[in-house]
């Protein structure tokens, strides 16, 4: 059973670039939610999607932002990137309620 | 505002011994209490989740012990390996939001053979 794919795995992007990443959950979860890993703020919440349709958000600026397609399929982008957007992002997907799996991550580095 | 804390944020311990990682949460409105292993290069893997309704959770080498009223739970790992070398994390979920975890700081711990 293929488990949640995240690509790209690494990204360089520049100040000021704008990126996306995708996500493909576990055949059948319908609900995937994204967080942001960092050092310094550990793992934090992002956002989290379901049928298409975004049911919960973090405090994150409005440049982060996200959508899920028909297939369960999702994809986060982060707009005008600074420097301490560098970061592990994890996509997660589940079925029914809690018992979330992670993808390996996209380790995006801001230059 | 919802926190979970997290201690200690590193651990030594003897192959064979019993390791032991604390969390307390601030607020009550949380209903799922997960912990996550996450080795080097990898996300996080689920190990053993709880509900406030439970007191103990055993799964294997693993336990999760829950006290609601002093709002804390903790994570034992019974005759630890050196293969769980790894940084855990205990998390909270806030009711009626199932799809939102909050994080502890993570403990890195080390099994020395």
């Known amino acids: 059973k293929a488990g949640v794919t995240q690509t790209p795995r690494y990204l360089i992007k520049t100040r000021g670039q704008q990126v996306t990443l995708s996500c493909s959950p576990i055949s059948g979860h319908r609900s995937v939610s994204w967080y942001q890993q960092t050092p310094g703020q550990g793992l934090q919440f992002l956002f989290e999607y379901f049928s298409e349709t975004q049911r919960n958000k973090g405090n994150f600026p409005g440049r982060f932002s996200g959508r899920q397609f028909s297939n369960s399929r999702s994809e986060m982008n982060v707009s005008t990137l600074e420097l301490g957007d560098s970061a592990l992002y994890l996509c997660?997907?589940?079925?029914?309620?809690?018992?979330?799996?992670f993808g390996s991550g996209t380790r995006l580095t801001v230059v | 505002q919802q926190q979970v804390k997290q201690s200690p944020q590193s651990l030594i311990v003897q192959k064979g011994g019993i390791s032991i990682i604390n969390c307390a949460y601030e607020?009550?409105?949380?209903?799922?209490f997960p912990w996550y292993q996450q080795f080097p290069g990898k996300g996080p893997a689920l190990l053993i989740a709880i509900r406030p309704d439970v007191s103990e959770k055993k799964e294997g080498r693993f336990t999760i012990s829950f006290n609601k009223s002093a709002k804390q739970f903790s994570l034992h790992i019974m005759d630890s390996q050196p293969g769980d070398s790894a940084t855990y994390f205990c998390?909270?979920?806030?009711?009626?939001?199932?799809?939102?975890?909050?994080f502890g700081q993570g403990t890195e711990l080390s099994v020395k053979p």
């Open positions: 997660a997907s589940r079925r029914g309620d809690y018992g979330y799996t």
């Open positions: 607020n009550t409105a949380f209903d799922y």
């Open positions: 998390a909270a979920s806030p009711k009626n939001q199932g799809g939102k975890l909050i």
